[in-house]
């Protein structure tokens, strides 16, 4: 099946050229992919999605295997390339790789420089602060110049936060690590942080010293989704078909099981839950 679609793309590219279309426009990115036999996966390591063994380097999770799975029918090779929330656009952008599978938080922000897949599923944010803290009962009370909030660089927490809540000293952690701003306000450093509310819970179950905030209502829900260069359509909606695919048929909800209990996939806006399982 590769063969042939490699002798597909070069019959395509050859015609083109023939007919006086420059070999570079005459290539869509699936033609490339599929002439290339790889598929070029940006990623940043966020369990249970995304795990990487610190020791051997190998990538686990459901998003690598639901990746996986994609580049399969495709007939290439995934090749996977590690990046940060701070610089997967850019990476994009410059062309590192094709997609991303960070499940990201789509917003009219990031919707400027990348284009999304369809949803995968749904997800708030909440706030961890330190388990006696008693001055925040709501959004608005964090809105204060004398109050330290820490959100990890390039993420949709971030973009929050300056835009809900710009009286705040914000704390803007570089790195790829979600629990980043949690650990700042566990030492003392910052007196608040915003991420998503499986992260969240998950780092205040390991941690009492801390607790979350609005988890019963959580901020900023959002659409979580991979992402693709602005303008590369043609990945873009092959990506969908794949995605809608697997979560119909319930593939990946299999998959998710594999890593978490009971995991399930929502993937209807008006069902505001993240995969059952995750909580």
């Excluded at 992919?33 to 990538?59: C, D, R, T, W």
């Excluded at 993420?155 to 936060?161: I, R």
């Excluded at 690590?177 to 969240?200: C, K, P, W």
């Amino acid at each position: 099946m590769k063969k042939f679609h490699l002798f597909i793309s070069t019959l395509f590219l050859s015609a083109m050229v023939a007919l006086g279309v420059p070999k570079a426009e005459a290539a869509g990115e699936i033609s490339q992919i599929l002439q290339k036999g790889e598929l070029q996966i940006g990623y940043i390591p966020s369990p249970p999605g995304i795990a990487k063994n610190p020791a051997s380097g190998e990538l686990t999770g459901f998003y690598v295997d639901a990746a996986r799975a994609i580049a399969e029918q495709m007939g290439v090779k995934p090749v996977f390339v590690e990046t940060t929330w701070a610089n997967f656009v850019a990476g994009l952008q410059a062309g590192q790789f094709d997609m991303s599978i960070g499940a990201t938080f789509a917003t009219v922000k990031r919707s400027t420089a990348v284009d999304f897949t369809k949803p995968i599923f749904y997800l708030g944010s909440v706030a961890v602060v330190k388990a006696d803290e008693t001055r925040f009962n709501a959004v608005a009370d964090l809105n204060k110049e004398d109050v330290r909030i820490a959100v990890v660089q390039g993420t949709a927490a971030e973009d929050y936060v300056r835009r809900t809540i710009p009286k705040a000293k914000l704390m803007s952690l570089g790195g790829g690590n979600l629990t980043a701003g949690f650990i700042e306000v566990a030492s003392g450093r910052a007196d608040a942080s915003f991420e998503d509310v499986f992260t969240a819970s998950k780092f205040a179950e390991q941690q009492p010293g801390v607790k979350v905030l609005f988890k019963d209502k959580q901020v900023n829900f959002l659409p979580i989704a991979w992402t693709v260069k602005k303008g590369n359509s043609e990945l873009q909606a092959l990506l969908n078909v794949g995605l809608d695919n697997l979560l119909i048929s319930g593939q990946l909800e299999a998959i998710t099981s594999k890593y978490v209990k009971g995991g399930r996939f929502v993937n209807e806006p008006n069902l505001r839950e993240f995969p059952k399982g995750l909580q």
